[in-house]
């Protein structure tokens, strides 16, 4: 009995450690700003995962519509491409509407509702998203403006039938100048379709913020001096 408990041990706790992964989430974002209520998104990121083959890398391009002070819609188009056997390509055009809020202590929440209408491998399947989020801003060392943030977001799959996948998020935004800003974050995927079925994940996001406004004219002549 104790030579069969000590050959099931290992092999439940390297089971136990195969259903949990570290892995690496590497990010360039990049606004456009079109008008005072519209902006593009070009987004480019990736997973990195010592521990398995299945690394991905994906691309999106998203139009971002702010509809009042408080509502704001967004459609966009990604595509992922996932290593490993067997490869996976994924088109996928996404959907999603947000609402923003005042909460006590200057906290900001904002719910944000997605569907996503995905081809992987040509096989067409969809997906809804709930996300909840409140953020607080503030003043750091060196007069940095910091956004503290933490987002709760779970995920139906029509595939699965069922809402199988949480998303858990703790986030730091420091703006570095108005054109650039640098997030850090933690984030707990828990899937009980997927393998490997939890995810710790480190995220390193850089934002770049480019006006393309046509500047104001100000009515000021420059005269050749001649």
Request: charged share 20%.
């Amino acid at each position: 009995m104790l030579a069969a408990f000590v050959c099931v041990a290992p092999a439940a706790n390297a089971r136990a450690q195969s259903e949990t992964q570290t892995q690496f989430f590497p990010e360039i974002d990049t606004f456009f700003k079109l008008s005072d209520s519209s902006r593009l998104l070009a987004v480019n990121s990736g997973t990195v995962a010592s521990e398995t083959n299945q690394e991905n890398a994906y691309t999106s391009l998203a139009w971002d519509q702010r509809v009042t002070d408080r509502v704001s819609l967004r459609g966009g188009y990604l595509f992922e491409y996932t290593w490993g056997e067997p490869v996976q390509r994924e088109n996928r055009i996404q959907l999603s509407a947000d609402f923003q809020f005042p909460l006590a202590f200057r906290l900001l929440g904002d719910v944000r509702s997605m569907v996503e209408l995905r081809w992987i491998n040509g096989t067409p399947s969809q997906r809804y998203r709930e996300r909840l989020t409140v953020q607080r801003e503030i003043i750091g060392l060196f007069g940095k403006a910091h956004t503290l943030s933490g987002s709760a977001e779970v995920f139906y799959n029509t595939k699965t039938g069922a809402w199988n996948y949480q998303q858990y998020t703790a986030d730091v935004s420091t703006l570095l100048s108005q054109k650039v800003s640098l997030d850090v974050y933690y984030q707990r995927q828990d899937n009980s379709r997927s393998s490997p079925a939890h995810v710790n994940g480190i995220g390193l996001v850089a934002t770049f913020y480019l006006d393309l406004r046509k500047p104001v004219p100000t009515g000021v002549i420059i005269e050749s001096g001649r």
